[in-house]
């Protein structure tokens, strides 16, 4: 059974902050995301990785930086915090090599719910 | 650049009524479309996807149909039940198979 973890369900941060989450995968998968979650908007893209110290920029990457020093693990950075950036952030995984992985299904954490203050 | 739209963004039924929830994607060379289902406190979970050289599948209670030339695809409930309440979001992938476009998301209630 996938399972992807995401080190905090809530976070309070203050405007400034440098702000790290954690995300691990147990199955091995090559690729891993960031994305945030607001309403009305979906789901959106911020970084992803299909191999370990690999990072591509997705859609919003502003004010944001990622690490994947181990293939299980991608963490999201925030350099420094600000208002806008409260949001629900949402990690996922899926397994296969770049350009063979369209039809893999992609497995999701259970969100963190990041408050800026 | 490319995009997902999904309509409507909140649905009301009645249990046991059927629900409809439509996307339109823009970008031609997407060949996979997932349906996710978001409970209340959790990520998204697959429930269903379709490729683009299938125009229906089916599982169950849901369904999900595919129309290429129009670049529509539905996703259809039956004898929806409390516990399919939940926020469920389309999306589409291709091209280079790597980045998922998600629509904005729908709100479905089913009233006891």
């Known amino acids: 059974d996938v399972k992807v973890t995401q080190s905090s369900r809530y976070l309070v941060k203050r405007t400034g902050e440098k702000v790290f989450l954690e995300c691990v995968q147990d199955m091995d998968h090559e690729n891993m995301f960031w994305y945030r979650q607001d309403p009305g908007l979906g789901l959106r893209l911020i970084y992803f990785?299909?191999?370990?110290?690999?990072?591509e920029k997705g859609d919003i990457p502003e004010g944001y930086s990622v690490s994947r020093e181990k293939k299980e693990r991608f963490s999201l950075i925030l350099e420094s915090a600000s208002t806008n950036q409260t949001s629900m952030y949402l990690c996922a995984s899926r397994p296969g090599s770049r350009g063979l992985s369209s039809y893999n299904e992609q497995f999701f954490g259970p969100g963190t719910r990041l408050t800026v203050l | 650049g490319e995009n997902v739209e999904q309509h409507p963004s909140t649905l009301s039924v009645q249990e046991g009524d059927s629900a409809v929830i439509k996307c339109t994607y823009s970008d031609s060379a997407s060949n996979y479309f997932p349906w996710y289902k978001q409970e209340l406190g959790k990520g998204p979970q697959l429930i269903i996807d379709i490729r683009s050289n299938v125009g229906e599948k089916k599982d169950q209670r849901i369904a999900v149909t595919l129309n290429k030339t129009a670049k529509h695809f539905s996703l259809h409930i039956t004898e929806t039940q409390p516990e399919d309440s939940a926020v469920y979001f389309c999306?589409?992938?291709?091209?280079?198979?790597?980045?998922?476009?998600f629509g904005a998301g729908t709100r479905l209630f089913v009233k006891a």
């Open positions: 999306a589409a992938r291709g091209g280079g198979g790597f980045k998922t476009i």
């Open positions: 990785s299909y191999d370990v110290k690999m990072k």
